[in-house]
């Protein structure tokens, strides 16, 4: 698909010529609830517009590494064979532990069907959701909400903790048969890229004419994401609600090994041209094709990049074992990680 046609998103929605959206917070789990203003701003416009998650839970949450399927899913329509709708009914059992995933916690919420896409299949996998989702709900449109903007990321920068899921959905939108948005929403959220270099990067998609709009919350999105975050859980999501409640300053997130500055900034959202950013995106670029998610763990790690699927792999030995995961322990596991890979992918180079 080419690149977006349009000037803005409301004109095209208001006049019928989008025929329908499809939110989807890119991230993992927690994204979803980000994309919550994104979601409630398209059906004020009138648009068809459906929610999807991508499921897959901070190790927190879910210890067993990597997405869940949608095959593990207990409940829900499947649609297609990489995507599913659920109405809040539906659980996973991972490890003997039932987990509920926050696109299906939303949906309970919101009282309305939300979509589950399929990311252990790779690039080929989460795009053919997309599209089955599309085909199937009258779609044409998708919009991809990452918190935090480590979308934008390049993989050399420093404290780059999850690469893989943003740049593997980029990808899947930006060479999807419908056309692709990418919404950098609440920069600084996750506690990963600096700021300053995020802005940089939302820069250079400018410069590039990928520029659709920014966006912020209003009154009724904080009201919505209060009750949502209730029963959610997620750490980046919140920080544009405590932003809308006038909370400014310095929190600690991810057991403190992540520090993110909130501001009014926090609950601002860029929106952009997906192939446009995907053109400026080596990660995304190596990602594309790819049939399973180790297969595009790996292509990232010969390009040096230590990713949130190798995190998990090695913690999970030590929550098996029941230890519990400190700041220093996490840090410590990350840092040797991220040398580890380094000195892989250089071996083989």
């Not at 990713?307 to 030995?317: F, M, N, S, V, W």
Request: aromatic share 6%; with cysteine.
């Amino acid at each position: 698909m080419a690149g977006f046609p349009y000037d803005s998103i409301e004109e095209p929605i208001v006049k019928r010529l989008i025929q329908g959206v499809l939110v989807i917070g890119v991230g993992g789990g927690g994204d979803v609830v980000g994309a919550i203003h994104i979601y409630l701003w398209m059906k004020r416009l009138g648009a068809n517009t459906l929610l999807a998650s991508i499921p897959w839970e901070r190790f927190s949450i879910d210890p067993v590494p990597g997405p869940i399927g949608i095959d593990e899913v207990v409940g829900g329509k499947i649609i297609g064979n990489y995507a599913m709708l659920v109405n809040g009914n539906e659980y996973v059992i991972r490890n003997k532990r039932r987990i509920i995933p926050q696109g299906v916690r939303v949906a309970k919420v919101l009282k309305t069907k939300v979509a589950l896409i399929d990311a252990s299949h790779g690039e080929k996998g989460l795009r053919k959701g997309i599209e089955e989702l599309c085909t199937s709900m009258g779609l044409d449109t998708t919009i991809g909400i990452d918190v935090g903007g480590d979308i934008v990321a390049k993989g050399h920068e420093d404290n780059l903790w999850s690469p893989l899921m943003d740049a593997l959905a980029l990808a899947a939108i930006a060479n999807s048969s419908v056309y692709g948005l990418i919404g950098i929403h609440s920069i600084g959220a996750d506690g990963e890229l600096d700021i300053n270099i995020t802005l940089s990067r939302i820069s250079e998609v400018i410069k590039h004419g990928g520029l659709v709009g920014i966006y912020g919350l209003c009154r009724t999105d904080i009201t919505v994401l209060s009750e949502i975050l209730e029963h959610a859980e997620t750490e980046a999501s919140s920080i544009a609600y405590l932003a809308a409640k006038g909370f400014i300053g310095f929190k600690d997130i991810r057991l403190s090994t992540r520090k993110v500055n909130i501001t009014p900034y926090s609950m601002v959202t860029f929106l952009v041209d997906a192939r446009i950013l995907y053109q400026l995106s080596p990660l995304a670029q190596v990602l594309t094709g790819t049939e399973d998610i180790r297969e595009a763990r790996e292509r990232l790690n010969n390009i040096h990049v230590y990713t949130e699927l190798d995190l998990e792999e090695d913690l999970y030995p030590l929550l098996k074992a029941g230890r519990k995961l400190t700041k220093e322990v996490i840090l410590e596991i990350y840092r040797k990680g991220v040398k580890r890979v380094k000195d892989k992918s250089t071996s083989i180079h």
